[in-house]
């Protein structure tokens, strides 16, 4: 390889990873949640919420450091929401996210309909001394903003939590069985709700780097259905955080490499390529729902359930 394709592919695997960051956090955050028994399908719009709140602080030359936290707790503002709704009012918890979702996109539009097509200063990249200097791989992981190194660093961490600590089993353990958590006295309500909230602030962030990073502006309806295949992605990995990691970075592969099939003249519609993430993510699905014993055998069997503390 000459120092052009060289500096060609160095540049698409940075891409890759980019397009998975935002990902990577909804599907963390997700994935979280869904261990603690609760289904929350509101993450598009926790995303597109967490990305006007981060775009408009940074906008007003708050900093980056306040708008993505901002951007986080946009996000956890409306999984409070969701939690009031789906915890606090026993309601249905696949039409409250799906409500939570369409409220976003449309609350998110009106908050930011000052700002749409103002450019911000991107995040700027803080290459790590060294390994940024690596032959191809060094631009592509070594040279990313703190978002891109905090994606990453969260899944250990995650992994650390959910299989290592008291607090993680507890969470796991009113997933799987919230009845007989609340029987030996652990707080069902209030680990679901500490659940949401993460799942909310890690949706935020993923919404804080698509308008921060990712494309540095303000446009209405920028998450473009990421929420719904970081949804996707959990399942994907099948409940283990390594999963949802190596899914991200598999299907920002196909985002970036569809675009960049439109440059090499491919003689396929540019419509179809667009449609190629979306495609994936079905196939994905249909292929994993066929391992019946797989997904069971994962999933959380309260995922979704209804708890009643008074029974």
Same mark, same amino acid.
Not at 157 to 182: M, P, Q
Not at 196 to 205: D, K, Q, T
């Given at each position: 390889m000459n120092e052009a394709e060289i500096a060609t592919l160095a540049a698409i695997l940075a891409a890759m990873v980019r397009a998975a960051t935002p990902l990577v956090f909804a599907a963390l955050g997700e994935l979280v949640t869904e261990r603690a028994g609760v289904l929350n399908l509101g993450i598009e719009g926790m995303m597109l919420m967490g990305a006007v709140a981060a775009f408009g602080t940074a906008h007003a030359g708050a900093g980056y450091a306040a708008a993505m936290a901002m951007g986080a707790g946009a996000g956890v503002g409306m999984s409070l929401l969701f939690a009031f709704l789906a915890?606090?009012?026993?309601?249905?918890?696949?039409?409250?996210g799906l409500a939570l979702s369409i409220f976003g996109v449309g609350l998110s539009a009106f908050v930011g309909k000052s700002l749409v097509g103002t450019p911000i200063e991107a995040l700027p990249a803080l290459? +790590? /001394?060294?390994? *940024?200097? $690596?032959?191809?791989?060094?631009?592509? &992981?070594?040279?990313?903003?703190?978002?891109?190194?905090?994606?990453?660093?969260?899944?250990?961490?995650?992994?650390?939590?959910?299989?290592?600590?008291?607090?993680?089993?507890?969470?796991?353990?009113?997933?799987?069985?919230?009845?007989?958590?609340?029987?030996?006295?652990?707080s069902v309500l209030k680990v679901r709700t500490l659940a949401?909230?993460?799942?909310?602030?890690?949706?935020?962030?993923a919404g804080a780097y698509l308008s921060l990073a990712y494309t540095p502006m303000w446009v209405e309806n920028m998450s473009s259905g990421r929420g719904w295949i970081a949804l996707a992605l959990v399942v994907f990995a099948t409940w283990v955080p390594v999963r949802a990691l190596l899914g991200a970075y598999l299907f920002g592969?196909?985002?970036?490499?569809?675009?960049?099939?439109?440059?090499?003249? +491919? /003689?396929?519609? *540019?419509? $179809?390529?667009?449609?190629?993430?979306? &495609?994936?993510?079905?196939?994905?699905l249909v292929l994993i729902s066929r391992d019946e014993t797989k997904i069971k055998l994962n999933a959380p069997a309260c995922l979704g359930k209804v708890f009643h503390s008074g029974r």
């Open positions: 915890l606090g009012l026993r309601a249905n918890q696949v039409a409250c290459p +790590i /001394p060294l390994l *940024s200097e $690596i032959p191809v791989i060094g631009r592509a &992981l070594f040279s990313q903003d703190i978002l891109v190194y905090a994606s990453v660093l969260a899944v250990p961490a995650i992994s650390w939590f959910l299989f290592k600590t008291r607090a993680g089993l507890i969470l796991r353990a009113i997933g799987e069985n919230h009845d007989a958590a609340h029987d030996i006295g652990y949401i909230m993460f799942g909310g602030a890690m949706a935020g962030l592969g196909v985002t970036i490499l569809q675009l960049h099939a439109q440059n090499w003249g +491919i /003689p396929v519609s *540019s419509q $179809i390529l667009a449609m190629l993430p979306y &495609l994936a993510t079905i196939v994905v």
